[in-house]
């Protein structure tokens, strides 16, 4: 009679490995466990993997000088350090890139790093493929939700980015990506848990050690969600707002309507840890004869009236088939002259890598394209139906 060895069989032999980077110390901590680590090491050894993952960005288990062979042989018979596939990497004119990552099988995720003229940069992260909030200038919005992305997958974004960038490990000086901004595809809000996990790997001191105050999150405006964030990640608070009254807020933000300003801004007011030092960000896109005028600056004056804020002025990004043009720059410097005199900073965001569509508002087309090319090799391959 034949026997079939189980290390034959084809599922064992193709099992996938866990993937580590991306995971929680706890996570880690209990694989480790699963894989036999004794429990008195247990504590040590998930130490020594996180920073081996997180401080130096290692991508193979023989980089990890003071883990013995055999551990070595076991941690990589079980588990892998690789990242997901890059499958679309482009470069701004003005240095900004945009990178187009496969987290899963119809799971494209894009995230976009911005330096800065100075020594910073920022990386601004996805925290969904797709969006269900339809705001009418906003690119991401026309695309429907896919998923929420898990905190893993955020924090691969991250760790993708450095390397990327060539910036492990994190003691390294000068280097570039100093800040997140939760401003990429999706509603941030919509996903509190995976964020604030998100939040405290790349926070940890003995890892990325991406401090708190440099970590911005922005939402819509999902107001019993944002004392949460605050409270579970203490990070800094952006607000899409757009608008400073009800009507028009709602024309343009449907979400509006669900949760109208006086309730946004009573969130704002108690958001944890508020202070002149800690101030909320307005973003406040300008659209050409809908929201630019010198009432509607009057009127954003009056609303955030003392809040500690500063207003955040940008551009419309354009995209293909959007409804709006952005206001003139006479029209936006003046409208910055009314908040700024009344107290509140508000700089006019220089818009980043518009050539390569990824400038705030304009993320989803390659994810689309992407995922059409996808679709047509499938058909090729008769995996799908054309
Ligand atoms: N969903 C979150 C975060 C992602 S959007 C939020 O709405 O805050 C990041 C920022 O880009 C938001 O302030 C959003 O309003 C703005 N934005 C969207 N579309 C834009 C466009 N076409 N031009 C300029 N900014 C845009
Ligand atoms: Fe979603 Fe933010 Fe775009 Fe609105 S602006 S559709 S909330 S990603």
């Not at 991401?140 to 998923?147: A, F």
């Not at 400073?244 to 669900?258: S, T, V």
Request: charged share 25%; glycine share 6%.
């Amino acid at each position: 009679m034949a026997t079939t060895l189980i290390s034959d069989m084809p599922e064992t032999a193709t099992k996938e490995k866990i993937r580590l980077p991306g995971l929680s110390r706890a996570q880690i901590s209990k694989h480790l466990e699963a894989i036999g680590i004794e429990p008195k090491k247990l504590k040590m050894r998930t130490s020594q993997i996180f920073q081996w993952i997180y401080n130096f960005g290692v991508s193979d288990f023989e980089q990890m000088t003071n883990v013995a062979k055999p551990l070595k042989a076991k941690l990589a018979e079980h588990f892998t350090l690789q990242r997901p596939e890059i499958v679309e990497r482009q470069v701004s004119v003005d240095g900004t890139r945009k990178y187009l990552v496969r987290m899963a099988p119809g799971i494209e995720v894009e995230s976009v790093f911005i330096p800065d003229v100075s020594k910073t940069g920022a990386l601004c992260v996805s925290s969904q493929v797709g969006c269900t909030l339809t705001c009418k200038f906003c690119h991401t919005g026309t695309q429907r939700l896919v998923r929420n992305l898990t905190a893993q997958e955020i924090i691969l974004q991250v760790m993708m980015t450095r390397d990327d960038l060539g910036e492990w490990p994190t003691t390294q000086e000068n280097r570039k990506l100093t800040n997140i901004v939760f401003m990429g595809m999706g509603e941030p809000l919509y996903n509190t848990d995976e964020v604030a996990k998100a939040i405290d790997i790349m926070a940890d001191e003995t890892g990325m050690a991406i401090g708190r105050r440099r970590v911005t999150v922005s939402t819509s405006g999902v107001v019993p969600e944002i004392a949460k964030i605050g409270e579970r990640s203490n990070a800094m608070l952006a607000i899409s707002l757009h608008a400073a009254n009800d009507k028009l807020r709602e024309q343009i933000m449907p979400i509006n309507k669900k949760y109208p300003l006086k309730e946004l801004m009573e969130a704002c007011r108690n958001y944890p840890g508020l202070s002149n030092a800690r101030r909320i960000t307005f973003e406040y896109v300008m659209l050409k004869g809908v929201n630019d005028s010198p009432k509607h600056a009057r009127e954003l004056i009056n609303l955030l009236r003392g809040i500690p804020a500063k207003v955040n002025l940008i551009p419309f990004n354009p995209w293909p088939g959007s409804n709006y043009e952005c206001s003139d720059w006479e029209t936006i410097e003046r409208f910055g002259v009314i908040v700024n005199k009344a107290g509140f900073a508000s700089p006019i965001r220089t818009p980043r890598g518009r050539d390569i569509l990824a400038a705030c508002g304009q993320l989803k087309s390659e994810s689309e394209k992407m995922r059409a090319s996808e679709k047509r090799k499938m058909e090729k391959d008769g995996l799908a139906q054309p």
